[in-house]
């Protein structure tokens, strides 16, 4: 099993910033994706930003230029740690931020995999972005 704890969220005002973190331990494996997913109100869970094992990276449109993701891998691959920096925050990042660890899947292209319900999920966080 894997086991995804997050911390980082809380309360913001429009404009600020926060820093979520995810580290996975358990049964890992190497070639993954790790990212963030968000549950806004009243929404479905949604893509926020996800970083392959490789490097490569996709964001959703809502976030591009104000969300950064990395990743750090410990060297014994006893745990990956995932963080979200976000910035120029606004309203409309309400929601609770969802951790995720997927495989990688051969021949599948990162938006194809990172549009499936799959993997092993944290609790959530949540983000108050409000004055």
């Known amino acids: 099993q894997v086991q995804l704890v997050e911390s980082g969220g809380g309360l913001v005002q429009p404009g600020g910033s926060l820093t979520l973190s995810c580290e996975a331990s358990?049964?890992?494996?190497?070639?993954?994706?790790m990212g963030w997913y968000r549950r806004a109100p009243g929404k479905q869970r949604e893509l926020v930003a996800i970083?392959?094992?490789?490097?490569?990276?996709?964001?959703?449109?809502a976030v591009k230029g104000r969300f950064t993701i990395s990743r750090d891998n410990a060297r014994d691959n006893a745990k990956y740690t995932v963080h979200l920096q976000m910035d120029s925050l606004n309203p409309e990042d309400t929601a609770v931020y969802y951790c995720?660890?997927?495989?990688?899947?051969?021949?599948?292209?990162?938006?194809?995999?990172?549009?499936?319900?799959?993997?092993?999920w944290g609790q959530g966080t949540q983000v108050n972005v409000s004055s």
């Open positions: 995720n660890l997927r495989h990688l899947i051969a021949d599948m292209g990162l938006r194809s995999l990172a549009s499936r319900d799959m993997g092993s």
């Open positions: 358990g049964d890992l494996f190497s070639n993954n994706a």
């Open positions: 970083m392959t094992s490789g490097g490569n990276s996709l964001y959703a449109d």
